[in-house]
């Protein structure tokens, strides 16, 4: 039962434009989220987070939105450049009455092309 | 100067055996964690680690236990080696639970 989703296995854009890379969840415990990114053979790296308090939460290029009614949270660089080419991974994880151990998406492979 | 490295790196081994994966944090975090990467790319929690309670994933097999000799460290012990263990295993520490994570790069087990 996967409480983290990330439909899009992949998403290619082009140098300069949007990458928007989405996240669902179905826990309504959940209370804060995370946006990790990993290139090969490394770790993930924690990149942006946002808590349910808020909507939004912009951090340089990358911005992360939350819609709490539609359980749904997006990730947003602009101007994406070849170096965002990694998986983008979501994890979520509940607050008080929940678990605090975040659960993870199974990922979104973000290509930019030059 | 790495934040959280793990060793070794990469592991070969025969079904059967038993393994150990070597986790050490320099950030003084309270918190460390094991994670899972299998075929299908998820990332799955094994355990957590914070002032010295242990929380499991209940779907955890008990052939796989964590050893934390110290804050700083969480080793991960396997016995009986199964050829579904091949995965990329990555440990991780947090300042306390559930906030942000800072990973090691990963342990790739093979089992033959």
């Known amino acids: 039962d996967q409480q983290v989703k990330q439909n899009s296995p992949s998403l290619s854009v082009q140098e300069g434009r949007i990458s928007i890379l989405n996240c669902d969840y179905t826990n309504s415990m959940f209370d804060y989220f995370l946006w990790y990114k990993k290139y090969p053979a490394e770790g993930p790296t924690f990149l942006i987070s946002i808590s349910s308090i808020k909507d939004k939460n912009e951090d340089g290029r990358f911005t992360v939105f939350l819609n709490k009614s539609a359980k749904h949270l997006s990730l947003h660089i602009v101007p994406s450049q070849p170096g965002d080419s990694a998986v983008y991974f979501c994890?979520?994880?509940?607050?008080?009455?929940?678990?605090?151990?975040?659960?993870f998406g199974r990922g979104t492979s973000l290509i930019v092309h030059p | 100067d790495t934040a959280v490295s793990q060793t070794p790196k990469y592991l070969v081994t025969q079904m059967g055996n038993d393994k150990s994966i070597k986790c050490e944090q320099n950030?003084?975090?309270?918190?460390m964690y094991w994670y899972k990467q299998d075929s299908k790319k998820f990332l799955k929690i094994m355990f957590s680690?914070?002032?010295?309670?242990?929380?499991i994933n209940e779907t955890v097999p008990n052939r796989f236990s964590p050893k934390s000799p110290d804050k700083a460290h969480l080793n991960l012990h396997i016995n009986s080696l199964e050829l579904g263990d091949s995965a990329v295993y990555f440990c991780?520490?947090?300042?306390?639970?559930?906030?942000?994570?800072?990973f090691g790069p990963g342990t790739r087990l093979t089992v033959l």
């Open positions: 680690y914070n002032n010295k309670e242990l929380i």
């Open positions: 994890a979520a994880r509940g607050g008080s009455g929940g678990s605090y151990i975040p659960t």
């Open positions: 950030l003084g975090h309270d918190t």
């Open positions: 991780a520490s947090s300042q306390d639970l559930g906030w942000e994570q800072f």
